[in-house]
């Protein structure tokens, strides 16, 4: 004997399927945005080590133009950073003083991952999003140091809430992007404070 299936059968077995692919769907692009903010925070953490190993070798971490946010700039050509530019302080693998800067930088950081991060067209440092990775020194942030910042998965600064909202790096007010009750970030933001 043949069985048929109601419509109400048909239409709990597709409602279960389409659960189930939301579900799916909803990890793979968790899944995805975590490992981005884990490359992140992976390359920080690769520039802070190359930096503060430059700044215990040669005595100085370079400025950023008028202590504001500036985009990290790299070159790189013939398998070495050829140039390296943090906005008021470039340098280039043509003078002897910041060749050896640069070498200490390269063996820190890993060129070969470090070129994963590089835009091709502008040669500006990117996150894993493809947005900017901005640099400040001395820091606005982290005062007894610099900062590196990336916006994070949305691309906006801050917290989408109008309360956190921060309309530029530079001249926005820091404060806002504390929680003062527990001292966390109040966004998405990638930061190495």
């Known amino acids: 004997m043949k069985k048929r299936f109601t419509l109400t059968e048909v239409l ?3 409602f279960l399927i389409g659960l189930l692919t939301a579900i799916g769907f909803g990890m793979y692009g968790y899944a995805m945005n975590s490992a981005r903010e884990k490359a992140t925070r992976s390359l920080f953490a690769r520039l802070e080590a190359g930096l ?3 700044n215990t070798k040669f005595g ?3 400025t950023s133009t008028g202590s504001n946010f500036n985009v990290i700039k790299v070159t790189v050509s013939d398998g070495e950073i050829s140039e390296l530019d943090f906005g008021d302080r470039v340098f280039k693998n043509s003078v002897n003083n910041d060749k050896e800067y640069l070498k200490e930088f390269q063996r820190i950081v890993e060129l070969e ?3 994963k991060s590089i835009n091709s067209k502008t ?3 990117e996150d894993s999003w ?3 990775v901005y640099y400040c020194y001395p820091g606005k ?3 007894t140091g610099f900062d590196l910042y990336s916006l994070g998965a949305d691309g906006r600064m801050g917290k989408a809430n109008d309360a956190f909202a921060v309309g530029t790096l530079n001249g926005g007010d820091s404060s806002k992007f504390k929680d003062p009750s ?6 998405d933001d990638i930061v190495n404070f």
């Open 12 to 14: 709990v077995v597709v």
């Open 52 to 54: 503060e190993s430059c």
């Open 60 to 62: 100085y971490i370079p």
């Open 113 to 115: 991952t470090l070129k």
């Open 123 to 125: 040669g500006e440092l």
């Open 130 to 132: 493809g947005a900017t």
């Open 141 to 143: 942030f982290n005062k």
């Open 182 to 187: 527990d001292n966390s970030m109040a966004c």
